[in-house]
């Protein structure tokens, strides 16, 4: 599926990356602990607040080499092997790796380490045209601006992990999420160049599709099953329908939140002639 993306989107997303990671910079210096152990949770948000940030300017950082030097994008023998080679099954070790070798932990610092890397990629990609391919994860190819969403949805997540651990407050703004879900995880399920990323595992099962309606994003046909991933226009026939808040929809895909309760509160309802397609879409769903 071809990305949709217009020159004031292309400027929105750079402006929300921009204004997000400083927020995020906000939010670290605000935690009175940042070593202080997340409660039990998932793994993806069982990091500290400084580990947690660590990993966010880590990725930046990466983001931005992939731009720059796609086979050294941290010029860090350990990991950027791994970067090319890596599956989604592989990407809590090379979170793992990356952490070792990247050990700053100094709010402070981190702060400024984010925000550099963050510059970088706004930088590097500026006189890109943000539809070309890039070198990411896996050996894909996504477009440059895909590069800039992926950054702005890993600010949002883990900016939500950190003030949530810290009862702290952070905001998950329905635009930027939208921004994240067209211009990353729709760009990524929909290309035709994942190298290795999805591995041998994507795709199984009965083919299920599911259309993905909201008042922010592009409507898109989300498909999973015989053995395919992807991503097309609406034709009118999809198992299931999700009408969705773009935030709310974002924390369950991340498995931040539990998906019954964003259906119980009306952010994410699901309709059509097989509406429980959409809840298959979503337990087969992996994400980077």
Same mark, same amino acid.
């Given at each position: 599926?071809?990305?949709?993306?217009?020159?004031?989107?292309?400027?929105?997303?750079?402006?929300?990356?921009?204004?997000?990671?400083?927020?995020?910079?906000?939010?670290?210096?605000?935690?009175?602990?940042?070593?202080?152990?997340?409660?039990?949770?998932?793994?993806?948000?069982?990091?500290?607040?400084?580990?947690?940030?660590?990993?966010?300017?880590?990725?930046?950082?990466?983001?931005?080499?992939?731009?720059?030097?796609?086979?050294?994008?941290?010029?860090?023998?350990?990991?950027?092997?791994?970067?090319?080679?890596?599956?989604?099954?592989?990407?809590?070790?090379?979170?793992?790796?990356?952490?070792?070798?990247?050990?700053?932990? $100094?709010? *402070? &610092?981190?702060?400024?380490?984010?925000?550099?890397? @963050? /510059? +970088? %990629?706004?930088? =590097?990609?500026?006189? #890109?045209?943000?539809?070309?391919?890039?070198?990411?994860?896996?050996?894909?190819?996504?477009?440059?601006?895909?590069?800039?969403?992926?950054?702005?949805?890993?600010?949002?997540?883990?900016?939500?992990?950190?003030?949530?651990?810290?009862?702290?407050?952070?905001?998950?703004? $329905?635009? *930027? &999420?939208?921004?994240?879900?067209?211009?990353?995880? @729709? /760009? +990524? %399920?929909?290309? =035709?160049?994942?190298? #290795?990323?999805?591995?041998?595992?994507?795709?199984?099962?009965?083919?299920?599709?599911?259309?993905?309606?909201?008042?922010?994003?592009?409507?898109?046909?989300?498909?999973?099953?015989?053995?395919?991933?992807?991503?097309?226009?609406?034709?009118?026939?999809?198992?299931?329908?999700?009408?969705?808040?773009?935030?709310?929809?974002?924390?369950?895909?991340?498995?931040?939140?539990?998906?019954?309760?964003?259906?119980?509160?009306?952010?994410?309802?699901?309709?059509?002639?097989?509406?429980?397609?959409?809840?298959?879409?979503?337990?087969?769903?992996?994400?980077?």
């Amino acid at each position: 599926m071809r990305l949709e993306l217009t020159d004031q989107r292309w400027h929105d997303l750079r402006a929300a990356l921009d204004g997000a990671t400083d927020r995020f910079t906000r939010l670290l210096l605000d935690v009175r602990d940042p070593d202080r152990p997340a409660p039990d949770r998932p793994r993806a948000v069982r990091w500290t607040a400084a580990e947690t940030a660590a990993h966010t300017a880590v990725v930046a950082h990466l983001n931005a080499g992939l731009l720059h030097a796609p086979a050294t994008p941290l010029g860090a023998p350990a990991v950027d092997p791994l970067v090319a080679a890596t599956t989604l099954g592989d990407i809590a070790h090379l979170n793992d790796v990356a952490l070792r070798e990247f050990p700053t932990r $100094s709010p *402070e &610092a981190l702060a400024r380490w984010l925000r550099e890397g @963050v /510059s +970088l %990629l706004l930088d =590097r990609s500026a006189d #890109r045209d943000p539809r070309e391919p890039a070198h990411w994860l896996g050996d894909a190819r996504l477009p440059v601006a895909s590069l800039l969403a992926h950054q702005l949805n890993e600010v949002l997540l883990h900016g939500f992990d950190i003030a949530r651990a810290h009862s702290l407050p952070w905001r998950v703004p $329905s635009a *930027e &999420a939208a921004l994240a879900f067209d211009l990353f995880l @729709v /760009s +990524l %399920l929909g290309s =035709r160049e994942t190298g #290795r990323l999805f591995g041998t595992g994507g795709g199984q099962g009965r083919t299920v599709r599911v259309e993905f309606r909201s008042a922010h994003t592009t409507p898109v046909v989300l498909v999973n099953g015989g053995g395919r991933i992807g991503a097309e226009p609406p034709d009118g026939g999809a198992d299931a329908r999700i009408r969705f808040e773009p935030a709310a929809l974002m924390l369950t895909i991340f498995r931040r939140t539990p998906l019954a309760r964003a259906v119980a509160t009306g952010r994410v309802v699901a309709s059509g002639r097989r509406p429980w397609a959409a809840l298959t879409y979503m337990r087969r769903m992996r994400t980077p």
